[in-house]
């Protein structure tokens, strides 16, 4: 079975510090990857897809940025975190479609301070 | 106005209540559906796809109404483990591609 993990579960940073947050799929192959934003009391923001090794596509303007190195890992990163940057980081997965079930990993809570 | 809507609520309701949920969506090209439950501080997990017949898994009935553009979750018998926010989903249809737009939810609160 497949299983996605995120590390790590729990991030306090201080403004203007980077970050690097990662996930790993299990199980998989060429799996479409995502990395998700849920501010307080809002809803999921998609930030980053790809389909495959060294393809990333952005959603919206900021100043994260994500990579795949290989086939199951997908690293979001910044070089200098902002107060907005708070937030439910959610890593999903699925295969076939982008269209198709989406599975998410346990997520990152990021505080920036 | 927003691609995917729903009333955040929260929906109070006893235990053994039957509640609905509605969600609309704006893209009438949408192909994709789904419900998936979100409890507090936790991941979202797929609940069940909604399909253009409507499905039934257990207390959970989905039901799609593609000339109204909505999509709507009924909940029989209402457990106080059903707590927590249910999240419409639908495609989006953009020139990137198709990907899956999510509602903000809705929250349901199951009371002794």
């Known amino acids: 079975s497949q299983t996605i993990h995120q590390w790590p579960a729990t991030l306090v940073q201080p403004v203007g510090s980077p970050l690097s947050l990662e996930c790993t799929v299990e199980?998989?192959?060429?799996?479409?990857l995502y990395w998700y934003r849920q501010a307080a009391g809002r809803g999921l923001q998609l930030l980053f897809y790809s389909v495959g090794i060294g393809q990333i596509s952005s959603e919206v303007p900021q100043n994260l940025s994500a990579s795949r190195p290989q086939d199951r890992q997908f690293i979001l990163s910044s070089k200098k975190l902002l107060l907005s940057d708070s937030g439910f980081y959610l890593c999903?997965?699925?295969?076939?479609?982008?269209?198709?079930?989406?599975?998410f990993g346990p997520g990152t809570r990021l505080t920036v301070l | 106005r927003k691609e995917v809507e729903q009333d955040p609520g929260p929906f109070n309701v006893p235990e053994g209540a039957t509640v609905a949920f509605n969600c609309t969506y704006s893209?009438?090209?949408?192909?994709?559906f789904f419900w998936y439950r979100q409890d507090c501080r936790k991941e979202p997990k797929l609940l069940m796809s909604v399909y253009s017949s409507g499905n039934e898994d257990g207390r959970f009935t989905a039901q799609l109404n593609r000339a109204s553009q909505y999509i709507s979750l009924l909940i029989r018998d209402s457990k106080l483990s059903d707590s927590a926010t249910y999240l419409c989903?639908?495609?989006?249809?953009?020139?990137?591609?198709?990907?899956?737009?999510f509602g903000t939810g809705t929250q349901l609160k199951v009371e002794l």
């Open positions: 199980g998989t192959s060429n799996p479409n």
């Open positions: 989903v639908v495609n989006r249809i953009t020139g990137g591609g198709n990907k899956l737009t």
């Open positions: 893209n009438s090209a949408s192909q994709s």
């Open positions: 999903a997965w699925n295969g076939g479609t982008p269209t198709d079930t989406q599975y």
